[in-house]
């Protein structure tokens, strides 16, 4: 009886493996002519699961590209209502949650920005610079791990961590709330949505659930996802091919989110140099760590400029360049051979050897998103 569950298991796993050969188009996209469009067009109007296998290396775990969720998820701690998304949006604006009254959490994610700020690191408190760049806050929802280095494990945590620090808002917990608890109209708000006078708990809150509503769906690549097939360009579409195979963009950057959610070292730490940054290490003290950061997400990525941790890059083509380059790979001197901290750039980071209408295509995809 088993032997024949299995074979019916065999049976019925090669039928659907000829199905699937048999949707298959019977064309190729890339060849010693070019790139046939309408190929490529054909492959990639078909369902995710059915388009070219992408190049995934071994021992990587990952998922196809996807669309966004229709509603991003609320933990049970935080239910969503609409009521807090609209509390958070004022609170999202309003400056009166900084110590200066002059510094808001849209100082540095601004709408017109795609939730970024345009600058290599952030201004805060007393025109400060942080030390690093401030990552867009779309699709934020879609993350386990918060900040660059994943010190915070939930939007709730993460929307406090700004008010109170001395570079970036410059607050405290309790002035927070006794100034929002003097606020005749924050009073209000929080008593319809919370039952309850101003706490920072709820501020977290209500912060959380408006970030969790920061859903990009207005772009050719989402619209792309969601089956409308023309909506990428010829160009865009090819570089969405070459994103998932000879880019191998896809090892790092997957699913809904377009983001593993690891972190990894790009060889970009200074390690040893003036702006040095030692990134997770800062976290978890484990030496495989050191400058190494959380993939971000790449939804609107072309309007979050300037890149990176540190905002080097202040152009697409010039982070392009860098990954066709494989990423600068450090070498210790005589001083650090033996320093057990020595960062180790990420063996996924290899020189790709793509040409300049390849990289061309690549850009036009990442201007999808």
């Not at 410059?170 to 039952?195: G, K, M």
């Not at 089956?227 to 091919?241: K, P």
Request: net charge negative; aromatic share 12%; hydrophobic share 40%.
């Amino acid at each position: 009886m088993r032997f024949a569950y299995f074979l019916l298991i065999i049976f019925s796993f090669s039928l659907y493996n000829l199905a699937k050969a048999e949707t298959q188009p019977k064309c190729v996209i890339e060849h010693a002519a070019g790139v046939d469009f309408t190929c490529l067009r054909q492959w990639y109007s078909q369902a995710p699961a059915l388009w070219p296998a992408p190049f995934i290396e071994e021992n990587i775990t990952w998922t196809e590209l996807a669309a966004l969720p229709e509603q991003a998820l609320s933990p049970e701690s935080n239910p969503f209502t609409e009521a807090k998304r609209a509390l958070g949006e004022k609170l999202f604006f309003d400056p009166l949650l900084s110590g200066s009254k002059q510094v808001s959490c849209a100082s540095c994610h601004e709408p017109r920005l795609a939730f970024a700020d345009a600058r290599r690191v952030s201004i805060g408190h007393a025109q400060q610079e942080g030390r690093r760049n401030a990552p867009s806050v779309v699709a934020s929802s879609l993350f386990e791990l918060l900040f660059w280095d994943g010190r915070k494990a939930s939007l709730e945590e993460q929307a406090l961590a700004p008010i109170i620090d001395p570079v970036e808002m410059a607050f405290s917990i309790q002035e927070l709330e006794h100034r929002l608890q003097a606020d005749s109209t924050y009073i209000a708000y929080f008593e319809q949505v919370f039952h309850d006078k101003p706490k920072a708990i709820y501020v977290g809150q209500a912060l959380a659930t408006y970030q969790r509503s920061l859903l990009p769906k207005d772009t050719d690549f989402e619209r792309f996802m969601q089956g409308q097939n023309t909506a990428l360009s010829d160009q865009a579409l090819y570089g969405l091919h070459l994103f998932r195979t000879k880019g191998r963009c896809l090892n790092c950057h997957q699913g809904a989110a377009l983001s593993d959610q690891q972190f990894h070292n790009l060889g970009l730490t200074y390690y040893g140099r003036k702006y040095e940054d030692l990134g997770r290490y800062e976290v978890t003290a484990k030496a495989e760590d050191v400058g190494a950061f959380r993939t971000p997400s790449l939804r609107l990525v072309s309007r979050t400029g300037p890149w990176m941790h540190n905002g080097l890059f202040p152009n697409l083509e010039g982070i392009l360049n860098m990954y066709n380059a494989g990423m600068p790979t450090i070498t210790p001197n005589a001083e650090q051979i033996k320093d057990p901290l020595f960062p180790k750039k990420s063996p996924l980071l290899q020189p790709l050897q793509l040409n300049s209408d390849e990289l061309f295509a690549l850009k036009a995809f990442l201007q999808s998103l």
